[in-house]
């Protein structure tokens, strides 16, 4: 495997204010000038946690921070001023589009081309939408959803 891009132990602090992000800096990491917002995809762990697919999220001040979601937080037992040790790695893996998914967006070519040429980035965060679901009924509810939006913005 490569060598990590970022190796380090953190505190986990959060963002003031209702709702506010738990996170990590990784001020080691610049932002990328061809992804939106600066984001850098990576892979990695947290801890013992495993993601890939992870956006580290910039501050505004030419920091970025990994986002530590709930998830997370509760299958490791941290929180708040906790440390987590993380290994990341810049994520550059190809997309895969998983198959049910290119089935469904065939039933109509217009919406299949439309979504084929839109950016990875943002193929990468509706499937990661449309994944997350734990139900059948929720991701085909979420493919429903994208084909409407996809529709409406084509028309």
Known sequence: MDKPIAQKICQLEKIPGKGGWIYCRIPEI????????GWVCVKGTIDTY???SYHLMPFGNG?????IKAEIRKTLKKKVGDYVEI??????DPLVIP?????CLQ???EIYNTFIKMEDYQKRTIIKKIYSAKRLETRVNRIASLMTEIKNVIR
């Open 50 to 52: 495993s993601i890939k």
């Open 63 to 67: 920091e970025l921070f990994l986002p």
């Open 30 to 37: 610049l932002p990328s000038k061809k992804n939106p917002f």
């Open 107 to 109: 039933d109509d070519p």
């Open 99 to 103: 198959e049910e998914l290119i089935l």
């Open 87 to 92: 290994c990341l790695y810049k994520d550059d």
